[in-house]
């Protein structure tokens, strides 16, 4: 039996091996080991245990004199010792010894200079078909030729002992050293997917490639826009746009030349999902693609996308080419329009702002956005979350070194830097309206088509931001969120809260320069 090497990581099976299979394979044989059910469209639908998204209590990196002081550590990325790296991972080797393995090898980067290379050894046929989605296909050239950067061992139904050091049965391993990640106890694929952006957020930056959690897309002319936002803020829905192409929805670089996507394909939040509001989503969810804690209506095997009895985090990933209107190349040119996403459930920052690059480092290292009251229990009023450099669970560096390649990078672009309230107007949630989607892309194609560029601004006096007053297709008095509100008390005292938030939050960044700082929001004297 073809081995394909993996004794060099001390594992042996009697089980078969498998690699680099095809999709329908590893549906048919993830359906025969009762891994999961075909919905009606093909989808594959399988459903991840208990966690049903990412587990950041039990992420760790291992730390070693090599990447020590490299590490930003704290409550993000938490310490690990060699040792019990060692007791994980003979465990999962003892693990697989009677199992059907399935490999797959592929790449992330799109841009061949700044590509690696990804052994992943998975226990489950789906969790192989899922990742085989993420990453880039290897040419059958290339996977006869390939050599790994970095080995990825995935073990769900391998369960800790925490007594060895780890917070819970589960654990997820990162060593940087070793150029070796461990996922054992969780079922959920995210995981994989998450655990290759941390490799790319720790390699690339040191090879000066500043690398963003971001979505793209471009247009026929060649411009290339950038969309930042944390779940929920329609990172997703603004990028997938039917007059321009996909470059990616999650994870890019930026070159000195251009920009690429990590992946080779899109792992998409699918809870409410529709043809109507997102049709290019809702053709993707069909054979060959993996859905993930979903129901289906039992009499047609239709996916119920309104179901969140499992979890609201539904999720479906599927190659990028399933999405008709995107990039194949994976890579765009140098951005001339950057969004900053923000759902602001307090009703009180402006639609759209234009920042300068003081601001734009402020609210890029910021990563707001918030939380809906009912999201969670206990959450009664809206909620501010930030996430620093919108993408703060997968940043193992320092935050000012990301904040300075992203300075950097805008400036020599000379690219305009927009913040978007795709929130609330007219009140704080559940007294104000959600901005209309339609006025929100109104917005986005203006900035895009420079539309924005020859308008007069006037500045927020809480916010510090300059906001158009003039944009095609939108209502002059949406444009200041003020004049939306009926109660005009209630706006000034809420603006102010939410004013000290962001002011409380920044204090954590003790060496950004000054003029960072004072670009960010509060009135000015």
Not at 13 to 19: A, L, M, P, V
Not at 90 to 105: A, R, S
Not at 139 to 161: G, S
Not at 208 to 225: K, L, P, Q, R, Y
Request: net charge negative.
């Amino acid at each position: 039996m073809e081995t394909y090497g993996i004794e060099e990581y001390g594992i042996k099976t009697s089980g078969f091996i498998y690699r680099n299979v095809p999709a329908g394979s590893l549906v048919e044989k993830a359906l025969l080991n009762k891994e999961g059910r075909l919905s009606r469209a093909g989808c594959l639908c399988i459903e991840t245990g208990e966690r049903t998204g990412r587990s950041p209590h039990d992420k760790y990196i291992v730390d070693t004199p090599a990447v020590h002081d490299l590490i930003a550590w704290g409550k993000v990325n938490k310490p690990i010792s060699p040792q019990i790296r060692d007791i994980v991972y003979n465990k999962i080797v003892d693990h697989f010894k009677d199992k059907d393995l399935y490999i797959f090898d592929g790449y992330a980067g799109a841009n061949p200079k700044y590509s690696y290379a990804f052994r992943v050894i998975n226990e489950k046929a789906s969790q192989n078909l899922f990742i085989s989605n993420l990453l880039i296909k290897p040419t059958p050239r290339e996977l006869q030729h390939f050599q790994e950067d970095f080995l990825i061992l995935v073990a769900p139904e391998c369960k800790m002992d925490p007594s060895i050091g780890l917070n819970s049965e589960a654990a997820v391993i990162i060593d940087y050293e070793k150029n070796l990640v461990l996922i054992a106890g969780i079922g959920y694929s995210g995981e994989i997917k998450k655990s290759v952006f941390c490799v790319m957020n720790f390699m690339l930056p040191q090879r000066n490639i500043f690398t963003m959690h971001c979505s793209a897309n471009v247009g026929e002319d060649g411009n290339t826009a950038l969309f930042f936002g944390l779940s929920g803020t329609g990172k997703t829905t603004l990028s997938a746009d039917p007059h321009r192409k996909l470059i990616g929805d999650d994870e890019h670089g930026w070159s000195r030349t251009s920009i690429f996507n990590f992946e080779g394909g899109c792992y998409a939040k699918c809870i409410g999902l529709s043809k109507k509001s997102e049709p290019e989503i809702w053709n993707a969810v069909r054979y060959g693609a993996v859905a993930e804690n979903v129901k289906l209506f039992e009499d047609s095997r239709i996916i119920d996308f309104n179901d969140d009895s499992i979890t609201e985090n539904t999720r479906v990933g599927y190659p990028l080419n399933f999405i008709d209107n995107s990039e194949p190349s994976g890579m765009g040119n140098i951005p001339k329009t950057i969004f900053f996403l923000a759902a602001d459930a307090f009703g009180v920052l402006p639609p759209i702002s234009k920042l300068d690059k003081n601001s734009a480092a402020y609210h890029f290292v910021s990563g707001y956005t918030s939380k809906l009251a009912g999201t969670e229990d206990g959450i009664t009023e809206p909620q501010a979350t930030f996430s620093t450099c919108f993408g703060e669970p997968f940043l193992p560096l320092d935050p000012l070194l990301y904040s300075q390649q992203f300075q950097r990078r805008v400036e020599k672009a000379n690219a305009n830097v927009f913040l978007v309230n795709t929130g609330w107007v007219g009140g704080s949630y559940g007294v104000g309206k959600r901005i209309p989607l339609k006025y929100t892309r109104a917005m986005i194609n203006a900035a895009i088509n420079g539309e924005l560029d020859y308008v007069a601004y006037e500045t927020d006096e809480f916010f510090n931001l300059n906001v158009p007053q003039f944009c095609p297709g939108v209502p002059q008095e949406l444009l200041n969120p003020k004049t939306t509100w009926l109660d005009k008390e209630s706006y000034d005292k809420t603006a102010e809260k939410l004013v000290k938030m962001f002011q409380e939050n920044f204090k954590q960044y003790t060496n950004f320069p000054e003029k960072v700082i004072k670009a960010g929001p509060g009135k000015k004297g």
